[in-house]
């Protein structure tokens, strides 16, 4: 079972690196599973026929702040739902999670209104720009962090608050020298969460954006045009800016599956 799960993970990555080989008259044809000519020339090309290196730079800004906003404004937000009683907490808690019940493309026509008409009124260009597109990805990553970072301090024992607050420490530093270094596991699930959903969304950027903030899940489509698709060059795009994401996830594996608070109270 392991093995036909396994094969069917990789044969498709194996076609797509077979293809991005290919001269592109190979690919036109009759797909073959081992290449009768193997050329590095469509990776060489996918950076003139679209401006690639943009879109890549576009996709790695927004996709890094909307992780930084996202992870630091959850951080906040679950250690106050976690550790506090006010009122509306269980109203609070229970609106951020019904955002999550609502298909994305019910935002999408009042995010756009509201970004047009405040850039009228104030004159700041949210639509079209790399701000207006981490604002519209805080929009969906935030209610799902909290709620799980929410989840993730509720396992760390008070005692810890508490013994840093005999020492001293305030509640800020009571979060950010105990519960924060503790729960680092369930912040880092919350970026890669955060960077995943912002580096593949496509939805929402091929809206918000124009030819100058265009990101790569709508930059890729550009490899297509009325007359022919350059399906080898498609296939080495994907696999190059497959890279961060997967080089990212293999850096930061061992934190996702480490129990850091284990042991941290006797």
């Known amino acids: 079972m392991l093995t036909l799960l396994a094969a069917f993970a990789a044969i498709p990555l194996y076609a797509m690196l077979s293809t991005s080989l290919k001269p592109l008259e190979d690919v036109t044809g009759g797909f073959r599973w081992i290449p009768t000519r193997i050329t590095l020339q469509p ?12 879109y890549f730079m576009n996709s790695l800004v927004v996709a890094g702040a909307a992780t930084v906003c996202s992870v630091v404004v959850a951080v906040f937000a679950a250690y106050a739902v976690s550790r506090y009683r006010f009122r509306g907490k269980r109203l609070f808690t229970v609106t951020i999670l019904s955002t999550q019940m609502f298909p ?3 935002f999408l026509l009042p995010l756009f209104l509201i970004f047009v008409n405040l ?11 790399r701000g207006g597109l981490i604002l519209t990805y805080m929009t969906f990553t935030l209610p ?3 709620w799980m970072l929410a989840g993730y301090f509720d396992s760390i024992p ?9 020492d001293g420490c305030g509640p800020l530093g009571a979060l950010f020298r105990v519960v924060v270094p503790a729960a680092v596991p369930g912040i880092v699930a919350v970026a ?8 593949g969304e496509v939805l929402f950027a091929s809206v918000m954006t124009n030819d100058t903030t265009r990101t790569l899940a709508i930059g890729l489509q ?3 045009n009325q007359t022919e698709v350059y399906w080898n060059q498609v296939m080495a795009a994907s ?7 997967v080089a990212g996830f293999l850096l930061l594996q061992r934190y996702l599956v480490a129990g850091l608070t284990a042991g941290a109270v006797k």
């Not at 008070?158 to 005999?166: F, S, W």
């Not at 890669?192 to 580096?199: K, L, R």
């Open 158 to 166: 008070r005692d810890l608050d508490e013994a840093a607050q005999v």
């Open 119 to 129: 850039g009228n009124a104030t004159g700041i260009a949210l639509y079209g720009s």
């Open 144 to 146: 799902l962090s909290i």
């Open 104 to 106: 994305g493309i019910l």
């Open 239 to 245: 696999l190059v800016v497959s890279v961060p994401v």
């Open 43 to 54: 990776y060489a090309d996918i950076w003139d026929t679209i401006p690639l290196a943009r």
């Open 192 to 199: 890669v969460y955060s960077f995943m959903t912002a580096w």
């Open 222 to 224: 550009g490899y297509a």
